[in-house]
């Protein structure tokens, strides 16, 4: 199955998803789904702010001696951004509403990562 057929699951499976985005550390998106969305902002957009913490907050723990960072968690009055760092260059990002079910968004991006790790190889 291919990463964006990955995504696109993602987004159908997760009441409240918004979108789903594949992309690097850097912050330049590989593929992006969007779900629906009432919100009248960019979540695609916020996902590509928040890789940038994300590659803040992995320094930050190696510097701590801390381990790996598996899972980022943002929450704002407006979204929810679940952030999966899949390699040293790449992560995935499910952003969704406030009310969504953010267990099941954490739970299928965490086995759904191993699939995607399998596409970028």
Same mark, same amino acid.
């Given at each position: 199955?291919?990463?964006?057929?990955?995504?696109?699951?993602?987004?159908? @499976?997760?009441?409240?998803? &918004?979108?789903?985005?594949?992309?690097?550390?850097? $912050?330049? !998106?590989?593929?992006? =789904? #969007?779900?629906?969305?009432?919100?009248?902002?960019?979540?695609?957009?916020?996902?590509? @702010?928040?890789?940038?913490? &994300?590659g803040?907050?992995?320094?930050?723990?190696? $510097?701590? !001696?801390?381990?790996? =960072? #598996?899972?980022?968690?943002?929450?704002?009055?407006?979204?929810?951004?679940?952030?999966?760092?899949?390699?040293?260059?790449?992560?995935?990002?499910?952003?969704?509403?406030? $009310?969504?079910?953010?267990?099941?968004?954490?739970?299928l991006?965490?086995?759904?990562?191993?699939?995607l790790?399998?596409?970028?190889?």
């Amino acid at each position: 199955m291919a990463f964006r057929e990955l995504i696109e699951r993602l987004v159908q @499976e997760v009441p409240g998803a &918004v979108n789903c985005t594949l992309l690097g550390f850097d $912050g330049i !998106a590989i593929d992006s =789904v #969007d779900g629906k969305s009432t919100l009248g902002l960019s979540a695609g957009d916020a996902t590509i @702010e928040f890789a940038h913490l &994300v590659g803040q907050i992995r320094r930050a723990a190696e $510097g701590l !001696a801390a381990g790996n =960072v #598996d899972e980022v968690c943002i929450r704002s009055e407006k979204l929810v951004t679940l952030l999966r760092p899949l390699t040293s260059e790449y992560l995935v990002a499910l952003t969704m509403l406030p $009310g969504g079910l953010v267990a099941k968004g954490r739970y299928l991006l965490r086995t759904t990562a191993p699939k995607l790790l399998q596409e970028l190889s």
